[in-house]
């Protein structure tokens, strides 16, 4: 089956995010006051084949660790959706 | 006295040093003491094994000199520019000397190699942003960046994948910060060897460009004047980063929270500060590196011989519930100190306000010799400063390990020359040593700043000094496999050939600054290693005329307790009256007489040849004769000065063979992969001297003698060359004319010129091709 | 001429830009600080320069936050008036963001940040910051950038290419505008465009870093030769 | 009240995505050959105060159409969660 992993990477809670302390003050300068707070991350959409959601769910749990992500600073979640249920 | 085995551990502090803590203190240090005492007295920021051996840098041995280190004062001895040096060794954040008209260049070198084995981007990009703030605090703009890398090598077959992987993490992370805070890199060296695998070396310089008369100091004086804190917030980054750059095994060293570098931030301290070097307000500056705000604040008061009191409560921090300990050992990034005259807190506040940067007074000057640190009106640690700045001092026996003796004494005239020799030196430029590093150098902005004048890919970067006629050169240099098989040698060559590169640019070196990469210290066969390397820097630095200005010292570079090569880098910067009169390295026109400076010996041992060919590290490396070295770059600056070489370049890895193909890669100093192809490419046509011709033809090709240099001249100043070359008494041959589309060496090589230049400029880019993981 | 240098938090090239048209073509120059807002804020400038670097460290875009300062308002006046509006490298960015130009960057499609030197084609000479050129001139020149890969939908890229605003192309040292001769993979080779009126250039090589001979080459000089010209003879 | 917008960004389908290309052609080395492609994209948290989730709709709505989302390049989608869903 074809399966559309959504994984969300973000750095991890006290690592210093220097981009999303830019886009706050971007922010601030549009005068967007109610904004307290930006954390920057990376969105990753990866089309796949597999036999069942299992198998897709352990190769993408794997592809992150592998290689998506950098554990030392970042971490993770994802989402599998089928491509029918998929806006694009 | 209750402390426990694995708190001192925590700190990196042994129970000897535990006690003669409580014993100068009169008391047990409470916890926060502790750490404060174990990050200072850390080898990171105490210098507790090398200190005694620096010292070797500011003067001779005492006693009768040794014959080995007595520089032969000939009749063409340079006047030694020991007037040049404004700042030394050891005095400040890093070195300084006069270059002329009311200027200062201000540099050092400093390593980042643990936390760039743990991420090599963040660990690379934040070593950049140390070193670069170490020049701007003392009131210098920087103006080059130099990064001098190490690693496993590409196509090991067990380790290449994750070698190639932190060589792609560290290069991207120098390019990320050096290329958004606008700082050009124009030089450095990438070399790979197993003994790097574990331990990559990140070893990052800075020059700067100050007024002479302003240098800024990080001395706190003045009673009751006031301490900034400048930057970024304080987040629990890099907790220990000071003592655990100081113990083997980097992945166990940096289990705080990695730090993130904000070149943004760094880019508008760099502004923020200049400015305020004008301000009537400023007293002192100091960055906030290694052991965060405790060593800084350290080095404010004993600078100034003064105290300080902070409150941490007055911190801003990035993170809740942060201890005192945390906040006076983080060493989040992008921060510094400012001493700002009492009263005029408002002003200096404004200055940074306006670049957008956040500041607290933290606290104040004192002059009891006390560092105060409180927290909401409560202390939380007092010490004397001069109990945190010394730490014991251990001077140990080094022993040479038997077996690099043994490697040394090896027989090499048994081993077989190669039947195919062209063969073999298109192997040699394909080697990721050898070949070009325009793979990793077109990823750094270098031309940043229009003072460019000689880029990446020539033997030293060349800069103008805007506003003046001179320029400045620079080099870095260092081969971990000359200083394994002979520190002491090896020391010594790293110094000749930083100072090489330099003047063959026409620049006079003026100073040195050096960054000893080694293992574990208290081990007698790296102890061993780090003396005989010292001691040959400091031989060279004196023959040379290139005194230390600045350093820094990262040991422990071990891990499975295998030590890394040693490793010293020797980063030289030159001087030169006339910047529209420096040598570029390449040839500029077919016809012109190439000619060898310096003399070919039969020296195999320790080159890179033997090791690519042959699978061998042994051999004796090659002599340097420091008095010989020394004529030679003279003669090499005066024919430069009287306009007598169109080109210039040393003969270092790979030999005279080597030297003579990158010498016909292009005019000019542009990269050779000018993806514009504009760079001409010009053969050569050489003879060998018949007298070479009864050594191994594999030797004089490859074989890495010291002291040589392949020029290019017109053919009607030969004359004059000769003159001038007997004047220096150097030796000089002549080889050959450039031109052709060719590169011969006859009677042993003669390989298509494009084929060779597309070897070398490509070799790296496909050895490094990789798969790009976030991580590995 | 007198012109103004745009300084944001991130800018880096600002002293290079200055250093020529001050020291090198000797003209009046002057720093102009982000926050100055209003729309009257350049006028009393000839042409203004947005300069490259890294504005607000490009941390979210390239360009992005920059094209929201206060000063943007007086450059689109300024632009508006038809006075001269030049973006280079990080300012090319700023005047796409701030949609002063048409289309976007992108990332280098070797995803590797790229400091060398390339050959660039005129394609128009009869722009203010081009008339000192020939149409069909091959120049030198450096560019140092991560994002420089130009972008555009198909729409305006043709709309673009039939109002002749395609102003440099990169191409090979004969003038050949081939894929191996593009360093980013922009759309058509574009390395820089200008607006319809013709006042606004934005292109992501650096002509200030090679308008002496010293750095390796003079061809940017014409350009800023060109601006003064088209100002004497407004 | 205190909501904590997710926001997505991706290119557009048209727009090239040599970062996704990359990531993909790095999959495949690593044998995960069910991967049939990977489309890299932009993810921000942005914490804001706002009197209820309607002004706050429209509030992150604007934030992306003036400065978070280039229009020529990229599309974009939130949700709203109150910070006691979220998960950090
Ligand atoms: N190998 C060395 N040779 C000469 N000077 C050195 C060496 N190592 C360190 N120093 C000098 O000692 C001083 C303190 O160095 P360091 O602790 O690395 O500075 P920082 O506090 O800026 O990190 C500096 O002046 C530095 O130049
Ligand atoms: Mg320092």
């Known amino acids: 089956m074809k399966l559309l992993a959504r994984i969300h990477v973000t750095l991890k809670p006290a690592v210093n995010d220097p981009q999303g302390l830019a886009i706050a003050g971007g922010l601030h300068q549009l005068g967007f006051s109610g904004v307290e707070g930006v954390r920057a991350g990376r969105y990753l959409e990866v089309c796949l084949e597999a036999t069942d959601r299992g198998a897709a769910e352990r190769a993408v749990t794997e592809m992150c660790q592998r290689l998506l992500v950098n554990p030392v600073i970042e971490r993770y979640r994802f989402e599998l959706a089928e491509p029918a249920e998929v806006d694009r | 006295m209750n402390v426990t085995d694995g708190q001192l551990r925590e700190v990196a502090l042994s129970r000897a040093e535990y006690d003669e803590i409580c014993r100068r203190l009169g008391r047990a240090p409470n916890a926060v003491e502790l750490g404060m005492c174990g990050a200072m007295w850390s080898e990171h920021c105490g210098y507790k094994n090398s200190k005694v051996l620096l010292r070797r840098f500011r003067a001779p041995p005492e006693g009768p000199a040794s014959s080995r280190s007595a520089p032969t004062a000939g009749a063409t001895a340079a006047p030694p520019p020991a007037g040049r040096v404004l700042i030394g060794a050891g005095e400040e954040n890093a070195g300084a000397v006069d270059v002329g008209d009311g200027l200062a260049a201000v540099f050092k070198i400093e390593s980042h190699n643990h936390p760039s084995a743990v991420e090599p981007f963040q660990g690379a990009a934040t070593g950049v942003g140390g070193i670069v703030r170490d020049i701007f605090t003392m009131g210098a703009r920087p103006v080059a960046i130099l990064d001098s890398l190490r690693f496993g090598p590409p196509d090991d077959p067990a380790r290449g994948a994750r070698n190639r992987y932190l060589c792609e993490g560290v290069v991207a992370g120098v390019a990320h910060y050096g290329n958004c805070i606008g700082v050009p890199n124009v030089g450095g060296e990438v070399v790979f060897g197993r003994s790097y695998s574990e331990n990559p070396l990140v070893n990052a310089m800075c020059v700067g460009i100050a007024r002479a008369g302003r240098l800024v100091s990080s001395g706190a004086t003045g009673t009751g004047n006031s301490v900034l804190l400048v930057g970024a917030d304080t987040g629990r980054d890099g907790l220990h980063g000071a003592t655990f750059a100081s113990v083997d095994d980097p992945q166990a060293s940096h289990r705080g929270v990695v730090q993130v570098g904000d070149p943004f931030r760094e880019k508008l301290l760099i502004e923020a500060c200049l400015e305020a070097m004008d301000a009537p307000w400023l007293v002192a500056m100091q960055d906030l590196g290694a052991a965060g705000l405790t060593s800084s604040v350290v080095e404010c008061a004993s600078k100034g011989e003064s105290g300080m009191e902070i409150d941490v409560a007055r911190v801003s921090r990035r993170e809740t519930g942060m201890t005192p300990y945390e906040v006076m050992l983080s060493e989040s990034q992008e921060r510094m100190l400012v001493i700002v005259r009492r009263g005029q807190e408002g002003a200096a506040q404004a200055v940074f306000a306006r670049w957008g940067l956040h500041s607290d007074v933290i606290g104040q000057v004192t002059d009891d010799g006390m560092v105060r640190v409180m927290e909401d009106g409560q202390t939380v640690a007092e010490l004397p400063y001069s109990l945190l700045t010394a730490p014991p001092l251990y001077v140990r026996e080094g022993v040479e390990a038997p077996s690099v003796r043994a490697l040394r004494e090896r027989d090499l005239s048994t081993l077989p020359v190669p039947d195919d020799l062209n063969a073999t030196l298109l192997r040699l430029l394909a080697a990721p040593n050898i070949a070009g590093k325009q793979a990793i150098y077109r990823r750094y902005d270098q031309t940043v700043q229009t003072n460019t004048v000689q880029a990446p890919g020539g033997d030293a970067a060349v800069l103008r000094l805007k506003g003046t006629p001179r320029g400045i050169a620079v080099a870095t240099d260092g081969n971990g496999r000359y200083c394994y098989l002979d520190p002491h040698a090896g020391g010594r060559i790293a110094v000749a050939e930083a100072a090489r590169n330099v003047s063959c640019t026409g620049a006079t070196p003026l100073a040195a600054t050096n960054c000893l990469n080694f293992g574990n210290p208290e081990k007698p066969a790296v102890y061993f290693q780090l003396q005989q390397a010292i001691e040959g820097m400091a031989e060279a630095c004196e023959a040379l005329g290139t005194p230390v200005i600045s350093g820094n010292v990262s040991l422990y570079n071990e891990s499975g307790g295998e030590a890394i090569y040693p490793t010293p880098i020797v980063g030289v910067l030159g001087l030169m009256e006339d910047v529209t009169r420096h040598c570029p390295s390449r040839f500029q026109r077919s016809g012109d007489v190439i000619a060898l400076l310096g003399d070919t010996l039969e020296e195999l041992g320790a080159s890179e040849y033997l090791e690519q060919i042959h699978g061998l590290v042994a051999g004796r490396v090659p002599e340097i004769d420091l008095a010989r070295e020394g004529a030679m770059q003279r003669l090499c600056r005066a024919a430069i000065t009287g306009g007598l070489l169109r080109s210039a370049h040393d003969c270092a890895d790979g030999g005279l063979a080597v030297a003579l193909v990158e010498s016909c890669s292009g005019a000019f100093g542009l990269p050779a992969d000018d993806a514009a192809g504009a760079a001409p490419v010009i053969g050569a046509g050489v003879e060998l001297p018949g007298s070479w011709l009864r050594m191994r033809p594999d030797a004089v090709l490859f074989g890495e003698s010291q002291s040589r240099l392949v020029v290019s001249l017109a053919p009607e100043d030969w004359g004059a060359l000769v003159a001038l070359a007997g004047e220096h008494g150097v030796p000089l041959h002549r080889l050959g004319r450039t031109g052709g589309e060719r590169v011969t060496l006859a009677p042993y090589i003669d390989v298509e010129l494009a084929r060779a230049l597309e070897t070398h400029a490509t070799a790296l880019e496909r050895g490094l091709r990789v798969t790009l993981p976030a991580a590995l | ?234």
């Open chain 3, 1 to 234: 001429m007198k012109a103004a240098v745009v300084v944001f938090p991130g800018s880096n090239c600002e002293a290079d830009t200055a250093h020529v048209i001050g020291d090198v073509l000797q003209e009046p120059v002057e720093y102009v600080w982000y926050a100055t807002a209003g729309r009257e804020a350049l006028a009393a400038y000839d042409c203004v320069i947005l300069p490259g670097g890294f504005a607000y460290g490009d941390y979210l875009r390239v360009g992005a936050i920059a094209a929201i300062a206060p000063v943007m308002e007086g450059v689109r006046a300024h632009a508006e008036r038809g006075g001269l509006v030049l973006g280079i490298c990080n300012g090319f960015q700023v005047l796409l963001e701030s949609g002063l130009l048409p289309g976007a960057i992108l990332r280098n499609a070797s995803l590797e940040f790229r400091s060398q030197w390339v050959h660039l084609r005129v394609e128009d000479d009869r722009t203010p910051f081009t008339r000192r050129y020939r149409e069909g001139q091959v120049l030198k020149m450096p560019i140092a950038h991560g994002d420089g890969n130009y972008f555009a939908e198909p729409q305006t890229l043709a709309e673009l290419e039939g109002a002749g605003q395609v102003v440099f192309r990169y191409c090979d040292a004969a003038g050949r505008v081939t894929p191996a001769a593009n360093p980013n993979g922009s759309a058509a080779n574009i390395a820089g465009i200008r607006n319809r009126r013709g006042n606004v250039l934005g292109m992501m090589p650096h002509p200030e870093r090679c308008s002496e001979p010293l750095l390796g080459g003079v061809d940017g000089l014409g350009l800023w030769q060109s601006v003064v010209a088209a100002l004497v003879q407004v």
